[in-house]
């Protein structure tokens, strides 16, 4: 009785004492991890010190341990479920070739991470720096460009259309997404030699936004299923108002697109392709993703002219929602305004770069085949990015587009025999991959050789 009442007792005041001092429950797993890093992990790594060079070490340096990786990597990597990071091993200069980690039980890297959570923790390291959840497609897309124009493929892996590309000399940052904590990664590309100075490591030239496109990029590599924040559904967007976006136009579209929208603002006389004419777009009817990255991010950003600016820093994520909201409401497509060169006409003036003799005179490899036109229309319709043809070209290819009516040169009338009999197949390949300068046809150079050939194929069967 009294025996068991005082077991009772203890179990009670154990419960208490976990409440009030927690490390009192810690100590048994700290002790574990502990004992097992002095006796065996830190023959190679060290867990203190300042950053050194890796050419006076024999492992990567663990002090930043519990702000750097993520937690289920480090049981992963414990127990021996991944690949070896450094393809030609960490110290190449001395083996060549990936070396075998060591492994430990799943207790003792669940003891060894909670370990490195609790007690490796780098104060340079701001929490919530980087925010996942708000990185868009067009930012990662961004970052990958980024990735390739400042080197880090000449460094690191990763994974390209399921094949490995990248130097192998430093960390491979195929499954990076599934190992780095992203705050960690952001403050690291702040400056890499803060942690691995004098090692071949690599300061690239880019802007806090730049650094946030790149860092973005390598967290979600090996990630499945990345869920990208859709900035056009933003709260912003939900508190949108079109007087102010009315004033926003003012400001800033008017000296291009004109006052009404006509694109006859002062700017535009010197520019080709010409501001867009608003008053014959129907805004509402287009893709808002489109629309918004077209705005934020500028022309460039989605293949056309750099002379439409990127209005995202200048008037933030509430003026493009705002100013969205004033062209929803104020222009409809209707009806077309006269004195714009009309879209649609038979023979075009047609001031369109000529392909190269070698692409020029190609042929459609692909037959005329019902399925090959049916490839050719959907894409044409629907599937192709950014954005389809139809919103340019019309469902009907004749060049009167719920956007193609607003530009100036206007889309091809492909219903045209008169004008496309004379146009060779290879020309129509190459407008479509290259884009043409000078006017509002984007490059479609995500699309495959095969795709571009349906097309072909497809606007071939729409000349009368
Ligand atoms: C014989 C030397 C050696 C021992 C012992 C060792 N490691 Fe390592 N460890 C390495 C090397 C070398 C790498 C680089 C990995 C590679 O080449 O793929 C590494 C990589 C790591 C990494 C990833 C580092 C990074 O950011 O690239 C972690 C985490 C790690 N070890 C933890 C541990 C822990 C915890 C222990 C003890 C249980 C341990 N290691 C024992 C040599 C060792
Ligand atoms: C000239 C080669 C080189 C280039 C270019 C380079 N890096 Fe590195 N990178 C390194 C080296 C060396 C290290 C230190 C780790 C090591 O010793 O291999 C490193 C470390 C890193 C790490 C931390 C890895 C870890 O686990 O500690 C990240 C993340 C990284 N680089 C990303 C990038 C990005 C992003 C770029 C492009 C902006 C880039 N690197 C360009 C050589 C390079
Ligand atoms: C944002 C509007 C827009 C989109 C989207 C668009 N086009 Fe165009 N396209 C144009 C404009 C404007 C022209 C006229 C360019 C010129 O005169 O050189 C044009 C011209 C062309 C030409 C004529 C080339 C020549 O040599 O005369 C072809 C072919 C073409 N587009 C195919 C396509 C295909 C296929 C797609 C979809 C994958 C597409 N376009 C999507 C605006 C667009
Ligand atoms: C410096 C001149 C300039 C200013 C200022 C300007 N734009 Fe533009 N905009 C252009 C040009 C040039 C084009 C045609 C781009 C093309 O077809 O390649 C364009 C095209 C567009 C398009 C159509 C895109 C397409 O794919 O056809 C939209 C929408 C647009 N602008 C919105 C705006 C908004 C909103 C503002 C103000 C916040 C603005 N623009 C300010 C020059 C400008």
């Not at 008017?254 to 010197?270: I, L």
């Not at 954005?387 to 100036?408: N, P, R, S, T, V």
Request: proline letters at 7%; charged letters at 20%.
């Amino acid at each position: 009785m009294t025996a068991r009442r005082l077991i009772g007792g203890i179990a009670i005041l154990c419960v208490v004492l976990a409440a009030v001092f927690p490390h009192a429950l810690y100590g048994n797993e700290d002790g574990r991890a502990q004992t097992l890093i002095h006796k065996t992990c830190a023959g190679c790594h060290r867990f203190e010190g300042a950053a050194e060079s890796r050419f006076k070490l024999s492992a990567p340096d663990l002090m930043w341990a519990g702000s750097k990786y993520q937690r289920a990597w480090v049981i992963d990597w414990l127990t021996g479920k991944e690949e070896p990071l450094y393809p030609k091993g960490y110290r190449w200069d001395i083996t060549e070739g990936p070396t075998k980690h060591m492994t430990v039980s799943k207790e003792d890297a669940e003891a060894i991470a909670d370990y490195f959570e609790r007690h490796l923790i780098d104060p340079r390291v701001t929490v919530g720096a980087f925010n996942l959840s708000t990185f868009s497609a067009m930012e990662a897309e961004f970052g990958r460009k980024i990735y390739r124009d400042h080197a880090c493929i000449g460094c690191h892996q990763i994974e390209e259309h399921s094949q490995i590309v990248g130097g192998p000399q430093s960390v491979s940052l195929v499954k990076a997404g599934r190992r780095y904590n992203a705050d960690w990664l952001y403050r690291f590309g702040m400056n890499p030699q803060d942690f691995n100075p004098h090692s071949g490591e690599f300061l690239a030239d880019a802007s806090s936004l730049g650094l946030r496109y790149v860092i973005g990029y390598v967290a979600i590599q090996g990630v499945p299923d990345v869920r990208f924040a859709e900035p056009w559904k933003s709260e912003e967007f939900g508190r949108a108002n079109v007087d102010r976006g009315m004033q926003v136009y003012k400001e800033y579209c008017m000296q291009c697109h004109g006052a009404t929208g006509r694109g006859d603002g002062p700017a535009a006389s010197g520019l080709d392709p010409k501001p867009a004419v608003h008053a014959n777009m129907a805004f509402e009817k287009l893709p808002p993703d489109y629309v918004y990255n077209v705005i934020y991010y500028g022309g460039r950003s989605m293949g056309k002219s750099a002379a439409m600016p990127y209005w995202g820093l200048t008037i933030g994520q509430q003026g493009v929602a705002d100013v969205m909201a004033y062209l929803n409401v104020t222009f409809k497509g209707l009806p077309e305004i006269a004195g714009t060169p009309s879209s649609g006409s038979c023979v075009q003036p047609r001031k369109t770069v000529a392909a190269p003799a070698e692409y020029a005179q190609r042929t459609n490899p692909l037959p005329a085949t019902p399925e090959t036109i049916q490839s050719g229309k959907s894409l044409f319709l629907k599937a192709a990015q950014p954005i389809a043809c139809a919103f340019c070209h019309g469902d009907a290819g004749d060049g009167k587009g719920l956007m193609g009516m607003g530009l100036i040169p206007p889309p091809r009338n492909f219903t045209c025999g008169a004008m496309m009999n004379g146009i060779s197949d290879g020309q129509l390949y190459w407008i479509i991959k290259n884009g043409s300068p000078g006017t509002g046809m984007p490059p479609f150079a995500s699309l495959a050789d095969e795709q571009v050939w349906q097309l072909v194929r497809y606007i071939r069967s729409l000349a009368k």
